[in-house]
Antibody, heavy 116, light 106 residues
């Protein structure tokens, strides 16, 4: 069955960096676009970024453009999100999801807290 | 960006009730709309795509409808497992945007 497992979340100081990973299994990872979405505490869902199956197409939300970088390693069935210049507004649960339009499978989410 | 507005933001219902949630887009999105269910502390679960197509394994009591700017999610007979927050999401254009959510509670 399809599984997506995020890791790398942590408490980080403002201005700091963090790299999230998403390990995929149960499907042919290299065939699918992948996305990152986040949810701030008590808030709704915010799409952050997607990457095409071959990495030739990438897009970001304005809120993270220039600070976050999405990447993938199809040999390792893994998706990544490098997050730099983190601020309190980036505190959220971060989800990876399969797809770039309808998101049919989601990971369990990983919390990221930005605080001094 | 396309704004997605859900109503109501919360509703109280009982098991067996028919529940309708509305989602309105700030501009036409044709049928490029998905619905998700989220329970506390859990990831969203994909329910419906292309406004009215049920994802495999989703109970038939869930139904989606609409076109253009106005959409609905209907649960024909609410079950205990359905108490959750529901989100609509447009994928007509980037950035993907979600509605603010509708919490269905007892």
């Amino acid at each position: 069955q399809v599984q997506l497992v995020e890791s790398g979340g942590n408490l980080v100081k403002p201005g700091g960096s963090l790299r999230l990973s998403c390990a995929a299994s149960g499907f042919t990872f290299s065939d699918y676009y992948m996305s990152w979405i986040r949810q701030a505490p008590g808030k709704g869902l915010e799409w952050l970024s997607y990457i095409s199956s071959t990495t030739n197409t990438i897009d970001y939300a304005d809120s993270v453009k220039g600070r976050f970088t999405i990447s993938r390693d199809n040999d390792k069935n893994s998706l990544y999100l490098q997050m730099n210049s983190l601020g309190a507004e980036d505190t959220a649960v971060y989800y990876c999801a399969r797809g770039w339009e309808q998101l049919d499978y989601w990971g369990q989410g990983i919390p990221v807290t930005v605080s001094s | 960006d396309i704004q997605m507005t859900q109503s109501p933001s919360a509703l109280s219902a009982s098991v067996g009730d028919r529940v309708t949630i509305t989602c309105r887009a700030s501009q036409s999105i044709n049928r490029w709309l998905a619905w998700y269910q989220q329970k506390p502390g859990k990831a969203p679960k994909f329910l419906i795509y292309k406004a009215s197509s049920l994802e495999s394994g989703v109970p038939s009591r869930f139904a989606g409808s609409g076109f253009g700017t106005d959409f609905t999610l209907t649960i024909s007979s609410l079950q205990p497992d359905d108490f959750a927050t529901y989100y609509c999401q447009q994928y007509n254009s980037y950035p993907l945007t979600f509605g603010g959510g509708t919490k269905v509670e007892i």
